[in-house]
């Protein structure tokens, strides 16, 4: 059935959003040809692919409903490890690349949630916001707490950047004993909603719990809606329902809550079947039933969980899909237990998997408190949740010119593994990757050859990420892989790039982003640890190419050497769009290198080097490249005419031979105290 077929089905009685209320950034972002509807087909362009993170979620989701294209969340829960917040970390990255509108993180009051550890909620659904960029809700039961620890943990939550509340009753304190309503605590989620509303009026979207069979503790169904009702009067903004397995089911309670007034955006919780044993769990903590068309299927498939989890992708698709064409889901909210493969397969099923739009050419944080950032330093774009963590406590962040770049500074990074900042691979994973033992040089540049080439290394091991980029290669660095891999083996040991893009449409699957319509260029730059001997080669021949601009560091921050006048920075990405000022959002900057240098001779020790045990000859080589090489960038200013740098690389490789046969005794600092500009 056609999307145009689908629209002409009868739908339920939603209440319509207002035409008044359509945001101007949906209309400025949503081409006028979009499809309008999502099921049947891939996902169609959508105002909410372009992220606006300074739009509320309430907004998102009005939007959303206008527009009929439809769209999906998810929940999961904090881990218990720190292994396990990498690795729910590294996942939400991975969902993220599906376009979710939001995740919400569950609350454990027996886990510290509003505490700092980083597998408490608010630090999971802070780091979500802010190091992966995803819309992030907070959920937050209030059963037994004091008026003064619920404005609290709102407080901090707000001080995280978080703005959007799941509020819950929660489970009720001392369960072997009969549960007494106390004046002087909060007994109910409608208490939260209230008092949330009036301690910081609008700044959080509310969202409710609702139960399309009744709450399992309600006597009668009727009352359990008008107790909804109650917290939806109080100030709610949406509901999200708990799980059920029909599509009538839901489509009942929607109708009955239109009926009684509840006018607010409903959307169906889903969790797909996945085995056996946590359909009896959920079905046993829900008290709900199963009904028996899907007994009948699961019971004879115990004990083959893959069968079941097919079993479950389908189902959950066939009702979905039916919730949509009826028009009664807006979107779809999906209970993960902390999984991927289901959820991902159900949304691919349906074309709710899309691709982002990149707004810029960065990831962008979600914390509204950066919504005007526009502009970064390039060093940072394979570590992009570290320059958040070392920005978070600017009070403004760079919106056009960078301007004068030691103001904010930059906070230093002390713990190499903070969660957040840690690498997806576990220590032996790495070894494989690496090198169990490391002898020379030579072996440190195969890493990152093999890394650059997409090839396994000698043990027959794919080099998937580095220290610097703790993901394989991106389509952009892919355009120039060979000729990265090439340098790459005779020891330009390159951490970033990017090739030289002119006039390119922002459409372009690879190197476009902005809003439609806009032409995007870039200047190629190369930035790369190598040996004292080529870069003192380098800095020979770079007289033939006055077009390209460089800076050389050491560790020690003793050579701190460029041709960059003043010091000033250069725009190395910009765009042009219609309406709008040139964007400028990627920049290279004498003094934010400096800041970048500390971290990324730091990694080399701190996330390779300490593998290996203090006193082996693996640590020793590693200490001694930190030591002994020196960071570079180069910027070829003359984009319209291509690529320069790889000449560079050709002539400075030469240039090293020749020095080498002369068996110059020259030392770069004194080459460079020669040619040094003088007062």
Known sequence: ????????????????????????????????????????????????????????????????????????????????????????????????TGNPLFVDITWHPAGNPAGDSETSSMMIAQSAVQYVGIESMLHMTCVGSSKDDITAYLNKAKNLGLRNILALRGDLPNIDEEWAYDPTKFNYATDLVKHTREHFDDYFTICVAG?????????????????????????????????????STFKKFVDDCRAIGINCPIIPGVMPIQSYDSLRHITKLSKLEIPDEIKNIVNPLKGNDDAIRNYGIHQATQMIKELFISGYAPGIHFYTLNREVASTAICKNLGLWSEIKKPLPFRLSADPARTEEEVRPIFWTQRPKSYIHRT????????????????????????????????????????????????????????????????????????????????????????????LAKINKHGVLTINSQPSANCVTSSDPILGWGQPGGYVFQKAYLEFFTSEENVLALLQVLGRFPGVNFQVVNNSGRVNFTNIKNKR?????????????????????????KEWRTEAFGLWTEQWGKLYEADSTSRKVIDGITESYYLVNLVDNDFPKGNCLWEVMEDMFSRRSLNDKLDSKQSLSEWIDIHSPRN
């Not at 009744?214 to 008008?226: C, I, N, R, S, T």
């Not at 072996?443 to 890394?451: I, Q």
């Not at 920075?569 to 290198?593: K, L």
């Open 1 to 96: 059935m056609s999307p145009a077929q689908q629209d002409n089905l009868p739908t339920a009685q939603v209440a319509a959003v207002p035409a008044d209320s359509a945001q101007t950034w949906l209309n400025n972002a949503s081409p006028e040809d979009s499809p309008f509807t999502t099921p049947g087909g891939s996902r169609p362009p959508s105002p909410l692919m372009y992220n606006s993170f300074d739009a509320s979620l309430t907004e998102k989701i009005k939007a959303r409903i206008e527009s009929k294209d439809k769209f999906f969340s998810l929940e999961f829960f904090p881990p218990r490890t720190k292994s396990g917040a990498v690795n729910l970390l590294s996942r939400l990255d991975r969902m993220r």
């Open 211 to 247: 139960y399309p069979t009744g709450h399992p503790e309600a006597k009668v169904y009727e009352d359990d809606l008008m107790h909804l009702k109650e917290k939806v009067d109080a100030g709610s903004d949406f509901i999200i329902t708990q799980l059920f397995f029909k599509s």
């Open 392 to 483: 978070r406590h600017w009070d403004e962040f760079p919106n056009g010119r960078w301007g004068a770049s030691d103001s904010p500074a930059f906070g230093d990074l002390k713990d190499y593994y903070l969660f957040f900042l840690a690498s997806q691979s576990p220590k032996a994973e790495l070894l494989k990757m690496w090198g169990e033992e490391v002898t020379t040089e030579q072996d440190v540049w195969n890493v990152f050859e093999n890394y650059i080439g997409g090839k396994p290394n000698k043990a027959g091991v794919k080099v998937e990420r580095t220290p610097w980029c703790d993901s394989e290669l991106n389509q952009e660095t892919g355009l120039i892989r060979e000729k």
């Open 569 to 593: 920075p250069i725009a190395v990405t910009w765009g042009v769009f219609p309406g709008r000022e040139i964007v400028q959002p990627t920049i290279v900057d004498p003094i934010a290198f």
